[in-house]
């Protein structure tokens, strides 16, 4: 009799905690569904069109792409999701700082094919267009709030440094 009662709250626990993960799920998930879902999804959505298209250009082009790609891959994953981790704000910060740091990148770039605008012309155009996505990136973070990140100077400087380490070592490797 005792083994019976013993089993039942056992059994009544799990339930009330499977019950309770449940009710976490849900409330976690629901609260992901927020309102910068849709810009989120907008801002991915652009990001997969600038990598096919600089898929097609290696290609075109006859690039060796960097052999660093999985390490990107990898590390960029890691950022936004450990950014995310520490909340919509900081998410972001780390994107007003990725992408700062990309449109500083294109408007170089740029200025170098500028030296031939004919000849260059279909690359002038590609990065400017994706160099206005990604200004557009970087202001919609500030319109979320990024700069309301604590420490929002040093976390987004550190992620700069980064940013800027990665694009120098991807042009040589």
């Known amino acids: 009799m005792l083994q019976s009662r013993v089993l039942r709250r056992c059994s009544q626990r799990r339930l009330s905690s499977a019950a309770q993960q449940i009710d976490t799920i849900i409330r976690v998930d629901h609260a992901g569904k927020?309102?910068?879902?849709?810009?989120?999804?907008?801002?991915w959505d652009q990001e997969k069109e600038h990598k096919a298209k600089f898929e097609e250009l290696i290609n075109k082009y006859r690039v060796r792409p960097t052999v660093l790609t999985p390490i990107w891959n990898v590390a960029g994953f890691m950022l936004g999701a450990g950014s995310a981790l520490l909340g919509p704000k900081a998410a972001m910060a780390c994107t007003v700082a990725v992408e700062s740091v990309i449109v500083e990148h294109y408007n170089n770039q740029l200025r170098v094919l500028m030296s031939d605008p004919?000849?260059?012309?279909?690359?002038?155009?590609v990065l400017q267009k994706f160099?206005?996505?990604?200004?557009?990136?970087?202001?919609?973070?500030?319109?979320?709030?990024a700069e309301e990140t604590?420490?929002?100077?040093?976390?987004?400087?550190?992620?700069k440094l980064g940013c800027r380490a990665a694009i120098s070592l991807s042009e040589v490797v």
């Open 150 to 159: 604590p420490f929002y100077e040093a976390f987004s400087n550190i992620i």
């Open 118 to 125: 004919e000849k260059n012309r279909e690359l002038l155009t």
């Open 34 to 43: 927020s309102s910068v879902g849709p810009m989120i999804q907008h801002m």
């Open 131 to 145: 160099r206005d996505d990604e200004q557009e990136h970087h202001d919609k973070g500030l319109d979320e709030g």
